[in-house]
């Protein structure tokens, strides 16, 4: 079966531009979360959506949001991007909020110049 | 956020078994112990997780303390592909749930 798919892969934008990026779960997974990898703070938690609701949120300024829709797909959007949102943005689904494992996607790279 | 320790780089030599520890002395009844592993350029792969008993799947084994203050990752036969970090994770079972990563452990696997 398809895994979870991320796009796009890469992504080169202006300071102060937004940014939305999507993902789709694995067919049947009701549970997405998002992660923000970068080198000096290494994988931190963002959000998670279950059922088209937030659930849980991370330590994240508000300029991070994100949606889940009915089919499970969900977006994360970054507005006013700075220099320091540059990072691989992870996007993990599960069938059962985690209870039985994440499987993650292999992310989007952002670069903010 | 119970939170995990573990070394931060360990070595094993290819189709040796390798045991990856894990501390995680402030654990509550209803936490899960959750292994990922990390490749170079991919996102985390679920490894195994487990509540109280010893598990065993395809990937691994996971040993866990009779007091569940510690846990270890067993890999039965290491391979090159297996070089990654291995994060070694609490889960809680609440509603506000969270992958909370540390640093890891760094393993190589020598040919």
């Known amino acids: 079966k398809a895994g979870v798919t991320q796009t796009p892969r890469y992504l080169i934008k202006t300071r102060g531009q937004q940014v939305t990026l999507s993902c789709s779960p694995i067919?049947?997974?009701?549970?997405v979360s998002w992660y923000q990898q970068t080198p000096g703070q290494g994988l931190q938690f963002l959000f998670e959506?279950?059922?088209?609701?937030?659930?849980n949120k991370g330590n994240f300024p508000g300029r991070f949001s994100g949606r889940q829709f009915s089919n499970s797909r969900s977006e994360m959007n970054v507005s006013t991007l700075e220099l320091g949102d540059s990072a691989l943005y992870l996007c993990?689904?599960?069938?059962?909020?985690?209870?039985?494992?994440?499987?993650f996607g292999s992310g989007t790279r952002l670069t903010v110049v | 956020d119970a939170k995990t320790t573990q070394p931060n780089s360990m070595e094993s030599n290819e189709e040796e078994p390798v045991h990856l520890p894990c501390n995680h002395s402030t654990i509550s009844g209803t936490d899960y112990i959750h292994w990922y592993r990390q490749l170079p350029s991919q996102g985390p792969e679920y490894v195994i997780h487990?509540?109280?008993s010893n598990v065993n799947n395809r990937m691994a084994s996971l040993a866990i303390a009779e007091d569940r203050k510690s846990s270890t990752l067993i890999l039965h036969r290491a391979t090159l592909r297996d070089a990654a970090v291995y994060y070694c994770i609490l889960l809680s079972s609440g509603s506000a749930r969270q992958l909370t990563f540390g640093s890891g452990t760094q393993l190589t696997v020598l040919p």
């Open positions: 993990a689904s599960s069938l059962d909020r985690g209870a039985g494992g994440y499987t």
């Open positions: 487990g509540l109280t």
């Open positions: 067919s049947g997974h009701r549970s």
């Open positions: 959506y279950f059922s088209e609701t937030q659930r």
